[in-house]
């Protein structure tokens, strides 16, 4: 038996940013798969449990809005990193924030609202005292009581998602004519056991629902 959660997840923006756009931001038509995991994940997440998105319901009209943001042009290089923590020393990690900072553009999703489906399944960390009834509770009573290891957010750290347990979802708002659309290839997730490899699969929106589980079933694109 799979044990599952509904989550409604809520908004003021939101960039879920497509990968082949190399300098500007522009978000997906909807939230992608690995960043509903996410928002879940922010919630509950153990080495012994694996969170599968089976439904994304889209509840509210698509909408986009041009914004300008600040970002740091740069990261600190994976050498540096390893150095200091061979060191055991911080110094020189730093980033001089002031003249490193670039204004970019951003074309983001504006009031959106997601009803996200999801069920877990046990990895192979699970020990003796780990089952899916014990997790999905758990899971089921810190989303009731707003619990979070960290803040949910929406593709970006500074748009926070409002994230609530539910039975059911409100009344779809998407209007009609945009409930059956082709969304084009969409980022699935990222693969960290085969070198970060990145996977896709083909969204659709039918009545207002992409059917996460019937895409991962069909196979995924790399």
């Known amino acids: 038996m799979a044990y599952g959660i509904k989550l409604l997840v809520r908004g003021d923006y939101a960039c879920f940013t497509r990968p082949e756009m190399k300098v ?13 995991r996410g928002l879940i ?78 069920h877990l399944e046990m990895t192979s960390k699970a020990g003796p005292e780990d089952n899916e009834a014990r997790h999905i509770e758990m899971a089921r009573r810190r989303a009731a009581k707003g619990q979070h290891f960290h803040q949910p957010a929406l593709g970006v750290r500074e748009f ?19 409930r059956d659309r082709d969304l084009g290839w969409m980022l699935y997730d990222i693969d960290y056991a085969r070198g970060r490899e990145a996977l896709f699969f083909r969204a659709r929106l039918e009545d207002g629902v992409i059917d996460v589980a019937r895409a991962r079933a069909e196979g995924l694109a790399q």
Do not use: C
């Open 41 to 118: 994940e922010a919630i509950h997440w153990k080495p012994a449990i694996r969170w599968q998105i089976d439904r994304i319901h889209v509840l509210a009209p698509i909408r986009f809005e041009n914004i300008r943001r600040n970002e740091i042009g740069s990261k600190i290089p994976a050498g540096n990193v390893k150095k200091a923590m061979k060191a055991g020393s911080t110094a020189g990690l730093h980033l001089l924030v002031d003249d490193d900072r670039q204004q970019r553009a951003m074309m983001a999703l504006r009031d959106v609202v997601y009803g996200i489906e999801a």
């Open 160 to 178: 926070p998602a409002d994230v609530t347990l539910v039975e059911a979802f409100p009344e779809n708002r998407l209007p009609e004519a945009d």
């Open 24 to 36: 500007e931001r522009v978000s997906y038509d909807a939230i992608t798969p690995s960043a509903a």
